[in-house]
C-alpha cells in the first residue's frame, strides 16, 4: 500500500524559512492534483497550496507571496517552500494527492509534519 511520507518541519524564528517535502513510498497511479493542507489546534484543517499536473498552482489567501508549492514528477514529490513565516502558520502540515489509477479515483494523506514559528 502507498504510503506518503513527509518531511522537513521543524521550530523556526518568526521570518524564517522551511521547506517541506512529501514523497510516496511505493509505485502510485497518476498523480493528478497534490495538496497542502495544514491543521492548527482548535482549528479546521484547511488548503494552503495546490499544484495540478499542468503546473497550475493556488494558494490560501494567508500565504501568497510567501509559500511556494513545486512537484517533481519524476521522484513524486510535491515540495513547499516556505518563506517569511509567521506564528500563525505553526500547525500540522498535510500533503494530500489525488491518484488516477485505471478508472479509480482516490485521495492518499501523508501522517503530517509539526511547524512551530516562534521565538
Known amino acids: 500500500q502507498v504510503q506518503l511520507v513527509e518531511s522537513g518541519g521543524g521550530l523556526v524564528q518568526p521570518g524564517g524559512s522551511l521547506r517541506l517535502s512529501c514523497a510516496a513510498s511505493?509505485?502510485?497511479?497518476?498523480?493528478?492534483?497534490m495538496d497542502w493542507y495544514r491543521q492548527a489546534p482548535g482549528q479546521a484543517r484547511e488548503l494552503v497550496a495546490r499544484?495540478?499536473?499542468?503546473?497550475?498552482?493556488n494558494y490560501a489567501d494567508s500565504v501568497k507571496g510567501r509559500f511556494t508549492i513545486s512537484r517533481d514528477n519524476a521522484k513524486n514529490t510535491v515540495y513547499l517552500q516556505m518563506n517569511s513565516l509567521r506564528p500563525e502558520d505553526t500547525a500540522v502540515y498535510y500533503c494530500?494527492?489525488?491518484?488516477?489509477?485505471?478508472?479509480?479515483?482516490?485521495?492518499?494523506w501523508g501522517q503530517g509534519t509539526q511547524v512551530t514559528v516562534s521565538s
Open positions: 511505493g509505485s502510485i497511479g497518476s498523480i493528478n492534483i
Open positions: 499544484i495540478t499536473s499542468g503546473g497550475s498552482t
Open positions: 494530500k494527492w489525488e491518484i488516477h489509477s485505471g478508472l479509480r479515483i482516490y485521495n492518499i
